[in-house]
């Protein structure tokens, strides 16, 4: 059977708060974008409408000022790239050619073909797969275990309570230390004698009063119930296999995020982690007319409002882009769709077939002043 062919001047891969503010930018720019979104399932962490599909109550995102659920948040966003005529589309996208423009991305039914391309994957908290940490109602996800501090932290469930944060990394000692301007008492309940953290981050945690630290510490399963939700957790001494029942309130999982960007390997630049890289002036990756956003390139932030402000950049990027006007790439330079180089010195243009003009007429290329 033939598949069904697509063109698209804006394809973009993502249904969270940054594909869909993409969507949204690039619909209202009359660019008719193709949001692909992949189909909910449980295993490999995908949702349409990405992480806050599992988050309850949101209360820092801007504009709602007495909260609003994380569904419900999303629906708002769907409905709003809608309303400007986004065109969605659910599906696994099996493989992606970015070597040459326009780009091609293959599905089971579809050949996709697309001018431009935002890549707005996410990024997935890892988990440990114990019982009790899936969500509500097949453990205790979102009624006391979380993977955001920043996100579910300051809910009045986990004021005042005892807490436990998961992990020896950077992330861990950020949470733990974020939660103790809520929480009674955190304690850090990590597999080793020692951190992986960076020296300042463990020498804030260490300095906190409010944190103490479980060492050598494997957490087996997470303990409540329907109506309290999160009542503790089993801890297993890793060292003398000695287990005992810890009773807290609130359990946040802190052992890294694994950013969506197996698809792009070999194609597009990653950190050593496998986060996309982008430009840090624009949302351009090292391929021109390919542009991340949200989480996927954002090892730092990685919040709902922070996904949409660049969402929103990288649409305007893409729009710029296929104006011909020139986008700043992660090597200083900017490009514009015809293959022109513009020096991170802003000099010279380099024309597609090597020759250099100077980008101010008035100012001779090498000239020194
Ligand atoms: P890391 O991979 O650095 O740390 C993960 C931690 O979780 C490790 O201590 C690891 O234990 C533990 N862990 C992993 N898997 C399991 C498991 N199955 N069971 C129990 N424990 C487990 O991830 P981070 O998210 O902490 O950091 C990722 C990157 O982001 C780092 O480069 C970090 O520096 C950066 N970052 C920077 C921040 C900042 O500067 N403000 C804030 C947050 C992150 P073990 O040590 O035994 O392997």
Not at 233 to 244: F, G, M, T
Not at 313 to 321: G, V
Not at 324 to 334: D, F, Q, Y
Not at 336 to 351: C, L, M, Q, V, W
């Amino acid at each position: 059977m033939s598949k069904e062919a697509l063109h698209r001047d804006v394809v973009i891969l993502g249904s969270g708060p940054a594909g869909l503010t993409a969507a949204i930018y690039t619909a209202r720019a009359n660019l008719k974008p193709l949001l692909i979104d992949a189909p909910a399932d449980a295993e490999k962490q995908t949702a349409p409408g990405g992480q806050l599909m599992i988050t309850t109550d949101v209360e820092n995102y801007p504009g709602f000022s007495d909260g609003i659920q994380g569904p419900d948040l999303m629906i708002e966003f769907r409905r709003q790239a809608e309303r400007f005529g986004t065109d969605f589309l659910e599906t696994w996208i099996s493989g992606v050619d970015l070597s040459n423009r326009p780009f091609t991305l293959h599905t089971s039914d579809h050949l996709i073909s697309a001018e431009t391309l935002i890549i707005a994957t996410g990024a997935a908290a890892k988990w440990l797969g114990i019982p009790g940490e899936a969500k509500v109602p097949f453990g205790f996800g979102g009624h006391g275990v979380s993977a955001c501090a920043t996100c579910d932290g300051p809910l009045p469930a986990f004021r005042n309570q005892e807490l436990v944060v998961i992990g020896g990394g950077d992330t861990a000692m950020e949470e733990a230390t974020f939660l103790t301007r809520y929480a009674a008492r955190v304690f850090v309940a990590h597999r080793r004698e020692k951190l992986r953290a960076s020296k300042i981050m463990q020498q804030k945690a260490f300095n906190n009063p409010k944190i103490e630290f479980l060492w050598n510490t494997a957490v087996d399963e997470i303990l409540g119930s329907k109506e309290h939700g999160v009542t503790g957790v089993s801890l297993r001494n890793v060292k003398s296999n000695d287990q005992r029942v810890f009773p807290c309130s609130g359990v946040f999982v802190a052992i890294g995020h694994k950013p969506n960007t197996d698809l792009f390997k070999g194609q597009l630049e990653m950190d050593e982690i496998g986060y996309l890289r982008t430009s840090g002036h624009s949302t351009a990756t090292n391929v021109p007319g390919v542009f991340a956003c949200g989480d996927v390139q954002d090892s730092v932030y990685r919040q709902a409002v922070t996904a949409a402000g660049t969402g929103c950049m990288a649409a305007i990027d893409a729009e710029r882009f296929l104006d011909h006007l020139p986008v700043a790439m992660p090597s200083g330079e900017e490009v514009t769709d015809a293959g022109e180089h513009i020096t991170s010195d802003h000099r010279a243009i380099i024309e597609p077939d090597g020759s250099m003009i100077p980008n101010n007429p008035e100012q001779l290329v090498g000239s020194e002043d």
